[in-house]
Structure formats: C-alpha cells, structure tokens
C-alpha cells in the first residue's frame, strides 16, 4: 500500500450511541415533551410529533441553521406564517373574486395570442 501513498490509520468504529450528540438531542426532545405533557404523562405518545417538529424547526447555533434546512436545503415555514402571508396578499390587492377572474381570463387570452 506505501507504493501507492496509502497510509493505514487506526480510529474508533462509528458508533452513534457512544458519540454524545445522540444524549444530547434526546436530552432537548425529552426537555420538550416534559414541558409540552406536564403531569400527564400518559399522553406523551400523543404530543411526540409536536415536540420532534419544535426541535426540528428550532434554531441551532453550533450548526448555523435549523435541522430541518439542513436536511431539505430550504427554510421551514409555519403554518401561521404562510397563513399570515396569504392574508396580507389578500389585503393588499383589495381580492374580489369577479375581478381576479376577468384579470385571469385576459392573461389567458393573452398567452393564447403569443401562441
């Protein structure tokens, strides 16, 4: 292997239960769900995917972003936000549904004359 430049090094074998991340993540989740259930503890089931998508959205400092942009590539949007965005684009075009349908019908023709 030395004719080739390959050097052999020695590490410890991946083992994800041994690194401390994983204490550390299930330490946040666990944080959450004992703040989400309170004395209830019987639903915990119930709110798992209440608390796993807070941690997922949750901001990280260590790595810069929310895990859930690092898995997708792109930012989560809450449902209130999006909820907040579509109203607000509704208010400021004043919607009425007769207008936007004679506005969508002239585009059509539009797009049908450059054709």
């Known amino acids: ?13 991946y083992h994800p239960q041994t690194s401390g991340q994983v204490d550390v993540t299930n330490r946040g989740l666990k944080r959450i769900l004992e703040r989400t259930i309170g004395q209830n ?3 915990w089931s119930d709110k798992l995917d209440d608390a796993l998508w807070a941690f997922r959205t949750a901001y990280k400092t260590p790595i810069g972003c929310t ?12 449902p209130i936000e999006l909820e907040h965005k579509a109203y607000w684009a509704l ?3 004043n919607f ?14 539009e797009l049908n004359e450059l054709r």
Do not use: E, F, W
Request: charged content about 25%; aromatic content about 8%; hydrophobic content about 30%.
């Open 1 to 13: 292997m030395r004719k080739y430049g390959v050097n052999h090094r020695l590490s410890t074998a």
């Open 91 to 93: 208010k400021q075009t």
């Open 67 to 78: 895990p859930y942009k690092l898995v997708y590539g792109k930012a989560c949007y809450l």
């Open 41 to 43: 503890r019987a639903s």
């Open 96 to 109: 009425d549904m007769s207008v936007a349908s004679d506005h969508r019908k002239i585009q059509l023709n």
